[in-house]
């Protein structure tokens, strides 16, 4: 990527900042599916590769869905939990369900395909390997 500024990069950062303001706003008020936004996020250049992690606690492997490209990883996660109890007097039943989703934008170009995760402790950890220059499909054209 060149220096230029991404209008598109600065909108999600924009969005992200009114859903944490909205979120606020909204945490007195009790919804069985609210969509939470604030997931806390690294991203760390590692030469060669960029590693994401994000925390997730609370949920398992397969609740979680990764997305990426060659500028953005999308990462989601839901997951649902039941409590029934019965007494001969009255039923009562209370659901939970979480989900969260984050779009990241990548400081740097991707190799989408060579993307890996793994998840331990509710801390996921996403290694995508960087293109190289000559791979982001631009080239050197020679002028005669």
């Known amino acids: 990527m060149d220096g230029r500024s991404n209008p598109f990069r600065e909108l999600d950062e924009l969005i992200q900042r009114m859903n944490q303001q909205f979120g606020e706003f909204s945490g007195s008020f009790e919804t069985e599916s609210m969509l939470a936004t604030d ?69 740097e170009e991707i190799k989408a395909q060579e993307a890996s995760a793994s998840y331990n402790n509710g801390v996921l950890t996403v290694t995508l390997p960087k293109l190289e220059p000559e791979e982001s499909g631009g080239y050197q054209i020679d002028v005669e």
């Open 39 to 107: 997931v806390s996020a690294d991203v760390a250049d590692q030469g060669d590769q960029l590693v994401v992690t994000v925390d997730l606690p609370g949920y398992s492997q397969d609740d979680i869905d990764l997305t990426v490209d060659r500028e953005m990883l999308t990462i989601s996660a839901e997951y649902e939990e039941s409590e029934a109890e019965e007494t001969a007097q009255y039923h009562r039943q209370e659901r939970r369900r979480e989900s969260v989703r984050r779009q990241i934008p990548l400081p």
